[in-house]
């Protein structure tokens, strides 16, 4: 178990970039413009990437150094760019009703970190992992979760959902990278190119929104109903 | 023997797909669907025998040929089989020559996704086929381009897919569960995971179990997880309505059951159980109560794969050879009574012009083959005797008393009585009501394509409610055993 037995300055290090990629879920959660998800979404990535690298090099796991690699390539650059190639097809910017004001939404949000951190504290005791950094992988992994369905359920407009989801697979990649570091590579790897399927099928399926229904807003998806 | 039959499986309609890219005239496209699914169907049948005698392994244990597998590729087999011939009727219907290849490309395809997640003995592996499933279903629900099948779509896609990765968080908590005790890099297979089980930490285990649960259960359709489906079923054409219903409902619900077998390994086989049963039964609940008060009839038949998903999951949460055997036999009868159902609702949404149900009328006075087929389907899904269905049920019932679960049992038994009454007084409207004024010109005649496969799946339904041969009924503990993990 890599996570037991870290040198203090590692450990440091990952919960240092593990808070900050959960920082900017929030900095997400706070704006309402896209062009903001994206460049927060972007970080988040690079950030993620980063800290592939840190546990494949205090954790002797070179193979991670690879999945850096690709971590920043595509989370942190082709799929920015295709979600930015939807933002330019649309004709809104940001996100025009909404439920909750941003102000609000980033207390919600602390709450459900809160609830994130009572239950991975849980689970921590009953492994004997209390106090270490698997217990702040595991909350910002829940949390993030919580995070992106909280933008998936309070935002209208189609590019809030697709990026909402992007941070639900955020936050379990990053988890995944200090909790289950020897995962076998063939997976990580399959999913990022599914990533990026799912997004280029999102782009297409936006286009179809603006052609056949006029809008991009799931306020505006209100025909089937019953 | 086996592989080369599980290669005909994959291979066929991967084949079907690649040839209707290449060759992009609508005639052949729906030749080649049609060749693939008679190869898949006449393949899994010998592989469904086969498999008891299993598993076997392939590609280095990536995939896997089990007992549970090879029933759900039977099914999917043979909705697919019947959906290619229904298809060829339908969608030349819809005008739209032109795009036809795709759609037979699309749908060879989906129905790859749908075998290859059956096989797949890797949960990561497992999970990205179900997100294929997924992607390629999408764009067969929006096939019609209307605003209704876009909206449709998009909720599908994104509801499914925060759905499923809540399933992928689950996956790799439990990738985690498994590293105390298997080291940092194992692979993740079904039975390296039920094995290490017992020595898993149970809270873990649980709260993986959850994630994955709620997250395949949006994939099958459990309320309340089931929004999407109303929608992608009334709204993709009827073949498609078919297949998402018939065949992808169960390769989620394969995932369920061997993530069940390992949660209960995991010394939290009450409690997994039981949630298992509540969400089951919750189905049936939301299931009564819209097919009750519905005005679709596309919905109408939603709804009901809802409740017959709900049913299934109360079989496999049950559990033991009664539950695991009534389940599994839910699932064939179900896969083979939806299609006969989406068939008909979607003949008669062409002949009528309209998915309402107030508007369809009449029907047995201009369609009498036809409608008396359609009739039979929809006693045969309420459960009403000499059908498959009432057998499946009575044995789910039975395992629910015998194993203690009696609470579930008078839930199901009300609430099938309730639909019952308001699925069949929706089809009394539209066959005997003469109340509401009479369409003035004659609804137009359907192809023959479009009521061969109804007669298809009556038949075996008939059969199977009359006849259960005790070669299936050593299959189904066979099944049991090999779920469960216990020696047979």
Known sequence: ?226 | MAGALLLIVMIAPAAAAAGCVLVRVPRVAEGLNLIASLAVCAAAIPLTILSARGPYYYLSEYIIIDIAGAWVILCTAIVYLLASIYSIGYMRLLGEDEKLWGFYALFAGFALTILLSAVMNNAGLYWIAIELTTLVSTFLVGFERAAESIEAAWKYIIIISAGISLALLGTVLFYWCGSFVLGQTYDMTWEALRDAAPKMNPALALLSFFLVLVGYGTKVGLAPMHTWLPDAHSESPAPISAMLSGALLNTAMLGIVRYLAIANAAQNEILARKTLVAFGVLSLIVGALFIVRQNGIKRLMAYSSVEHMGIVALGFGIGGPLGIAGALYHMLNHSLNKSLMFFGAGNAMRSYGSKEIRKIRYLWAYFPMQGALWLAGAVAITGAPPFGLFLSELVILRAGFERGYDWAVYAMAVLLIVIFIGFLNHFRAMYFDTAGAAPEDRPAQISRWCVVPMWLALVPLVVFGVWWPSAMWDHFAAAAHTLTGAAP
Not at chain 1, 61 to 89: D, K, Q
């Open chain 1, 1 to 226: 178990m890599l996570v037991a037995h870290l040198d203090p300055l590692a450990s440091s290090l990952f919960s240092l970039m593990a808070i900050t990629s959960l920082l900017l879920a929030f900095v997400m959660l706070g704006s309402r413009w896209f062009i903001n998800y994206l460049y927060a979404f972007a970080a988040e990535s690079w950030v993620i990437a980063a800290l592939s690298a840190a546990v494949g090099f205090y954790g002797n796991y070179p193979e991670l150094y690879l999945i850096a690699i690709l971590t920043a390539l595509f989370r942190g650059l082709v799929l920015p760019y295709l979600v930015w190639r939807i933002i330019g097809r649309l004709n809104v910017a940001r996100e025009i009703r909404e439920i909750l004001q941003p102000s609000s939404l980033l207390v919600v949000g602390a709450v459900c970190v809160v609830f994130a951190l009572a239950v991975s504290y849980r689970i921590g005791q009953s492994l004997g992992l209390a106090g270490t950094v698997a217990v702040l992988a595991l909350t910002i992994m829940l949390s993030m979760k919580l995070i992106g369905f909280l933008m998936l359920t309070v935002r209208h407009e189609a590019l809030s959902e697709i990026l909402g989801l992007l941070v639900l697979e955020n936050g379990i990649f990053l988890g995944a990278q200090i909790l289950v570091p020897g995962m076998p590579m063939l997976i990580e790897i399959v999913i990022l190119f599914d990533l990026l399927v799912v997004v280029a099928c999102f782009g297409v399926l936006v286009r179809y929104l603006v052609a056949h229904v006029g809008s991009t807003s799931s306020l505006d998806l209100n025909r089937l109903v019953g």
